[in-house]
């Protein structure tokens, strides 16, 4: 869904245009796009760890090539550094309007909550700890964060929340409006973060069949508090499986269909009150 932002604020570029700040748009992975599928030989966003990848034996790959030239371009040591990168995408699972944070730095903290105050439903989920600050498209920037926006089918359009994304992407411009002209008040120096503590597979047998499906009463309640004892997963058969953590948590991405084939079911985040720290007065240049 966010391509179809990304063609009207090409076709009408005064929507983004700031004055103290160039703003740029890419298109992350249009071959993909073109033929309405996630990708073509594997997922763009995780094809960021140059060091991590082989790419000796993986340089063929469509996504390998494209996460390459990306970072070419807009590296932080590359033509045309990026200082903030918004990196848009859609979900399947009911997380609504949702802001991943890879780093939890004070610049990013703080157009958190400045951003909440403006949207109350807008959810704030922290990867920090999930190992993929260093593998994502935004990784390449030293300020990014990605918006995730569902539950939408992959592919598809639904109003409300094309509206919804559009207006948090003028919310997040203003703010580096304000932050560059050292303007910034923020209000509320608590900031609710959903934090990542680990990802869960869904049930299968010794030869790695899935049995098992999310359970109706957790279907759709992504930040819902999931407690010891409560069900999480119903078998084929009709069997019920319950959740046995000691820790309280919040589900997020639950039954995300993208992650199948990753062999999520959902990750599972803490609760936390952040305190908000001073501002950083490091002038944003490039979004």
């Given at each position: 869904?966010?391509?179809?932002?990304?063609?009207?604020?090409?076709?009408?570029?005064?929507?983004?245009?700031?004055?103290?700040?160039?703003?740029?748009?890419?298109?992350?992975?249009?071959?993909?796009?073109?033929?309405?599928?996630?990708?073509?030989?594997?997922?763009?966003?995780?094809?960021?760890?140059?060091?991590?990848?082989?790419?000796?034996?993986?340089?063929?790959?469509?996504?390998?090539?494209?996460?390459?030239?990306?970072?070419?371009?807009?590296?932080?040591?590359?033509?045309?550094?990026?200082?903030?990168?918004?990196?848009?995408?859609?979900?399947?699972?009911?997380?609504?309007?949702?802001?991943?944070?890879?780093?939890?730095?004070?610049?990013?903290?703080?157009l958190?909550?400045?951003?909440?105050?403006?949207?109350?439903?807008?959810?704030?989920?922290?990867?920090?700890?999930?190992?993929?600050?260093?593998?994502?498209?935004?990784?390449?920037?030293?300020y990014?964060?990605?918006?995730?926006?569902?539950?939408?089918?992959?592919?598809?359009?639904?109003?409300?929340?094309?509206?919804?994304?559009?207006?948090?992407?003028?919310?997040?411009l203003?703010?580096?409006?304000?932050?560059?002209?050292?303007?910034?008040?923020?209000?509320?120096?608590?900031?609710?973060?959903?934090?990542?503590?680990?990802?869960i597979?869904?049930?299968?047998?010794?030869?790695?069949?899935?049995?098992?499906?999310?359970?109706?009463?957790?279907?759709?309640?992504?930040?819902?508090?999931?407690?010891?004892?409560d069900?999480?997963?119903?078998?084929?058969?009709?069997?019920?499986?319950?959740?046995?953590?000691?820790?309280?948590?919040?589900?997020?991405?639950?039954?995300?269909?993208?992650?199948?084939?990753?062999?999520?079911?959902?990750?599972?985040?803490?609760?936390?009150?952040?305190?908000?720290?001073?501002?950083?007065?490091?002038?944003?240049?490039?979004?």
């Amino acid at each position: 869904m966010g391509y179809i932002l990304l063609k009207k604020f090409e076709q009408s570029p005064q929507l983004i245009n700031r004055s103290s700040f160039e703003t740029l748009t890419l298109l992350g992975n249009p071959k993909a796009i073109d033929k309405c599928v996630r990708y073509i030989d594997k997922d763009l966003n995780r094809c960021f760890n140059f060091q991590a990848l082989d790419y000796e034996k993986n340089n063929s790959f469509y996504e390998n090539q494209r996460a390459q030239e990306i970072s070419n371009q807009f590296g932080l040591s590359e033509n045309t550094p990026i200082d903030l990168v918004v990196d848009q995408h859609s979900t399947t699972s009911n997380v609504g309007l949702m802001l991943i944070l890879d780093h939890l730095d004070p610049f990013i903290l703080n157009l958190s909550a400045y951003l909440v105050a403006r949207i109350p439903d807008l959810k704030i989920y922290s990867s920090a700890i999930s190992g993929r600050a260093q593998d994502s498209l935004r990784s390449i920037a030293k300020y990014r964060f990605g918006i995730e926006v569902g539950p939408i089918c992959h592919g598809s359009l639904q109003a409300d929340l094309l509206q919804k994304t559009e207006i948090l992407v003028y919310e997040i411009l203003d703010y580096v409006v304000l932050h560059n002209r050292n303007a910034i008040e923020i209000e509320n120096t608590l900031l609710t973060v959903y934090e990542y503590v680990n990802s869960i597979d869904y049930p299968r047998s010794n030869e790695g069949v899935m049995i098992a499906m999310i359970h109706p009463q957790l279907e759709g309640q992504d930040y819902k508090a999931l407690n010891s004892g409560d069900p999480i997963f119903m078998t084929f058969d009709g069997e019920i499986i319950t959740y046995q953590g000691r820790l309280t948590v919040y589900p997020v991405f639950v039954n995300e269909v993208a992650y199948y084939e990753k062999k999520v079911a959902m990750s599972l985040t803490r609760k936390k009150s952040v305190q908000l720290d001073e501002l950083t007065n490091h002038p944003i240049d490039y979004v």
